[in-house]
């Protein structure tokens, strides 16, 4: 009677610390009790293909393995779940996890007020036409993995964290999450540039963009267009194609350097006097890896084109040359047919033999053959 009272005791006083929080896995809410099941999905009515499987042993490793599910996933509140309006936000406040500097709750909330304000910033559903084109948080961002495999720790130096903090789970935690920062595991400068080109090289899109934006009586820049097709003749992607990391890539030009990881989310027009592609800072900007750059310097275009409405001139310089290219080749081919016919009509014949060459004697006496 005794053992079965302790038991319930126990078990209702763990229950009331999970719902308390503060017993506190990767899945206390338990949504993995159905959400385990591979083949967990379905065919919406539009036909879009939904996959509702979390794989655990993934899940634990990413960044956001210690977030509950309901903490970003704050619209689930019954079962059967209700229909989804708006989903994920990343401006949610997790209610799981402190800030440990700040003892608040954590949240991107710094993040998201530098991108709601920047040239892409949106809610996460689009508002309107025009937001539509514009990235949220997770066109850019997964959910990534700290570590691919925890055997890949570093054993020499979490073997020292263990003498003191003796709890494995704590070490290898903590180091994942520091050593990810410390490693650098942001994009490369050819994958910045890839992200960018997934929207600013769609053509037709673009088109379609400014006709909407013009419609709305605003404007956007000269090079919107053709910001990626142009970046792609610049001598910067040029070496940065091969690999070579120190040239300029989107972002370097884009976002301010001081607190990178902050203002690459506060990427503004070249028209606000605050962006570092206004012309007031432009000189600025080139100087970080350009030490001498002067207003002269600004001259060569980091978006260069040869399109008639962009650079008139270098259009009509590379047309003049066109033609006068075609015209010299031209000329070069004619030459030979001429030549070639008048050989022959001097009875020269072109043999192959022995090498090549033009043989036998001119029965007209106009031998052009030197031995
Ligand atoms: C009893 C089983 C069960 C549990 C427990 C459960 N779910 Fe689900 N969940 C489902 C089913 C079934 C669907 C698919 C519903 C549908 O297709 O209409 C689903 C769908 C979802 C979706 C997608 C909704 C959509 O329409 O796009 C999300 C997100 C989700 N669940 C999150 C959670 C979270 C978070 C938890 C834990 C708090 C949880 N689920 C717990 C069964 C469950
Ligand atoms: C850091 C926030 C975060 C956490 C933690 C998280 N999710 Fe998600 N989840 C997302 C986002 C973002 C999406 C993409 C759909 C969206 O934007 O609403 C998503 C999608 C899903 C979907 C598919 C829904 C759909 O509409 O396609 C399911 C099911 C799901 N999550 C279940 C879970 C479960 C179960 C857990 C806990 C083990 C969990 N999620 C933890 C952010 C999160
Ligand atoms: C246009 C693409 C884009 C959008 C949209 C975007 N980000 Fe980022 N974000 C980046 C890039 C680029 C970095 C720098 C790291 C890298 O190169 O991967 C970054 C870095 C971060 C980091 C730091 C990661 C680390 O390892 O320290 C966080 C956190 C983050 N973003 C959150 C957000 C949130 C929240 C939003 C939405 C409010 C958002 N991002 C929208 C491109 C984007
Ligand atoms: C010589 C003992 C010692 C070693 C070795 C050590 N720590 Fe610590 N660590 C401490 C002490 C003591 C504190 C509390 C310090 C304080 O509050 O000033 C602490 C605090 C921390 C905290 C902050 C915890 C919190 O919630 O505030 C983290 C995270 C941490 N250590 C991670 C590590 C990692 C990762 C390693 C290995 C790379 C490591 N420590 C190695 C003694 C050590
Ligand atoms: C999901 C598509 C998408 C991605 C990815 C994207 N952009 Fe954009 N970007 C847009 C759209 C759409 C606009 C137009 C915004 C508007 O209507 O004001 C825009 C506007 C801009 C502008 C300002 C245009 C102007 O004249 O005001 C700049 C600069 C810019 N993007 C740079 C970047 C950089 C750098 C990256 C990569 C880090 C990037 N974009 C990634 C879609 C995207
Ligand atoms: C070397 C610096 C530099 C690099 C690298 C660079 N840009 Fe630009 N970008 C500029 C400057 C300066 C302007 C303003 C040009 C003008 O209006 O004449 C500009 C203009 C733009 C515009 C038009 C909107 C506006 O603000 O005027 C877009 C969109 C854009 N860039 C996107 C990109 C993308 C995407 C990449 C990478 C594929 C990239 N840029 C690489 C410097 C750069
Ligand atoms: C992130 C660093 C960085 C930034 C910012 C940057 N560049 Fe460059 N740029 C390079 C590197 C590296 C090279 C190639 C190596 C070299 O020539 O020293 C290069 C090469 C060039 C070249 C061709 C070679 C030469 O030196 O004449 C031009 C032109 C150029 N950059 C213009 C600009 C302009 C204009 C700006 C500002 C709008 C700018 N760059 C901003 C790093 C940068």
Same mark, same amino acid.
């Given at each position: 009677?005794?053992? *079965?009272?302790?038991?319930?005791?126990?078990?209702?006083?763990?229950?009331?610390?999970?719902?308390?929080?503060?017993?506190?896995?990767?899945?206390?809410?338990?949504?993995?009790?159905?959400?385990? #099941?591979?083949?967990?999905?379905?065919?919406?009515?539009?036909?879009?293909?939904? %996959?509702?499987?979390?794989?655990?042993?993934?899940?634990?490793?990413?960044?956001?393995?210690?977030?509950? /599910? *309901?903490?970003?996933?704050?619209?689930?509140?019954?079962? @059967?779940?209700? @229909?989804? !309006?708006?989903?994920?936000?990343?401006?949610?406040?997790?209610?799981?996890?402190?800030?440990?500097?700040?003892? !608040?709750?954590?949240?991107?909330?710094?993040?998201?007020?530098?991108?709601?304000?920047?040239?892409?910033? &949106?809610?996460?559903?689009?508002?309107?036409?025009?937001?539509?084109?514009?990235? #949220?948080?997770?066109? /850019?961002?997964?959910? @990534?993995?700290?570590?691919?495999?925890?055997?890949?720790? @570093?054993?020499?130096?979490?073997?020292?964290?263990?003498?003191?903090?003796?709890?494995?789970?704590?070490?290898?935690?903590?180091?994942?999450?520091?050593?990810?920062?410390?490693?650098?595991?942001?994009?490369?400068?050819?994958?910045?540039?890839?992200?960018?080109?997934?929207?600013?090289?769609?053509?037709?899109?673009?088109?379609?963009?400014?006709?909407?934006?013009?419609?709305?009586?605003?404007?956007?820049?000269?090079?919107?267009? %053709?910001?990626?097709?142009? #970046?792609?003749?610049?001598?910067?992607?040029?070496?940065?194609?091969?690999?070579?990391?120190?040239?300029?890539?989107?972002?370097?030009?884009?976002?301010?350097?001081?607190? #990178?990881?902050?203002?690459?989310?506060?990427?503004?027009?070249?028209?606000?006097?605050?962006?570092?592609?206004?012309?007031? $800072?432009?000189? +600025?900007?080139?100087?970080?890896?350009?030490? $001498?750059?002067?207003?002269?310097?600004?001259?060569?275009?980091?978006?260069?084109?040869?399109?008639?409405?962009?650079?008139?001139?270098?259009?009509?310089?590379?047309?003049?040359?066109?033609?006068?290219?075609?015209?010299?080749?031209?000329?070069?081919?004619?030459?030979?047919?001429?030549?070639?016919?008048?050989?022959?009509?001097? =009875?020269?014949?072109?043999?192959? &033999?022995?090498?090549?060459?033009?043989? +036998?004697?001119?029965? *007209? =006496? &106009?031998? &052009?053959? %030197?031995?």
């Amino acid at each position: 009677m005794k053992l *079965r009272y302790g038991i319930t005791v126990l078990l209702c006083g763990w229950i009331f610390l999970i719902l308390a929080g503060y017993v506190h896995g990767a899945d206390d809410e338990n949504c993995l009790m159905c959400h385990k #099941y591979i083949k967990m999905g379905r065919v919406t009515k539009d036909g879009e293909r939904k %996959y509702y499987y979390v794989d655990e042993s993934i899940f634990s490793k990413t960044v956001h393995n210690r977030v509950r /599910c *309901r903490d970003c996933h704050n619209y689930i509140d019954r079962l @059967p779940h209700d @229909p989804v !309006k708006v989903g994920v936000t990343c401006n949610t406040e997790c209610h799981s996890i402190q800030n440990p500097s700040t003892k !608040k709750k954590f949240n991107h909330k710094n993040i998201y007020e530098v991108y709601r304000k920047s040239v892409h910033g &949106r809610d996460k559903v689009a508002k309107n036409e025009r937001d539509k084109d514009k990235p #949220y948080c997770i066109f /850019c961002h997964t959910n @990534p993995v700290y570590i691919p495999d925890e055997k890949e720790l @570093p054993k020499e130096i979490t073997e020292r964290c263990l003498v003191c903090h003796k709890d494995r789970r704590f070490v290898n935690h903590r180091y994942a999450h520091t050593g990810r920062r410390i490693k650098k595991v942001g994009r490369s400068p050819k994958e910045i540039v890839e992200l960018c080109s997934i929207c600013h090289e769609r053509e037709e899109m673009l088109h379609e963009h400014l006709k909407i934006v013009e419609e709305e009586g605003g404007e956007l820049g000269k090079k919107f267009l %053709y910001a990626s097709e142009s #970046y792609k003749e610049s001598f910067h992607w040029k070496v940065i194609k091969f690999g070579f990391k120190e040239a300029a890539n989107c972002l370097d030009c884009h976002a301010e350097k001081d607190n #990178y990881y902050l203002a690459v989310h506060d990427i503004r027009s070249s028209r606000d006097p605050g962006s570092t592609t206004h012309r007031g $800072n432009r000189v +600025r900007t080139c100087r970080r890896c350009h030490e $001498n750059a002067d207003e002269n310097f600004l001259e060569i275009d980091p978006h260069p084109t040869a399109r008639k409405d962009d650079n008139p001139l270098v259009y009509w310089v590379e047309h003049v040359y066109g033609l006068v290219g075609d015209g010299v080749t031209l000329a070069l081919i004619g030459l030979m047919i001429l030549e070639t016919i008048g050989r022959r009509r001097d =009875g020269v014949a072109w043999v192959l &033999r022995k090498g090549s060459s033009w043989r +036998r004697k001119s029965p *007209r =006496g &106009r031998d &052009r053959i %030197y031995l």
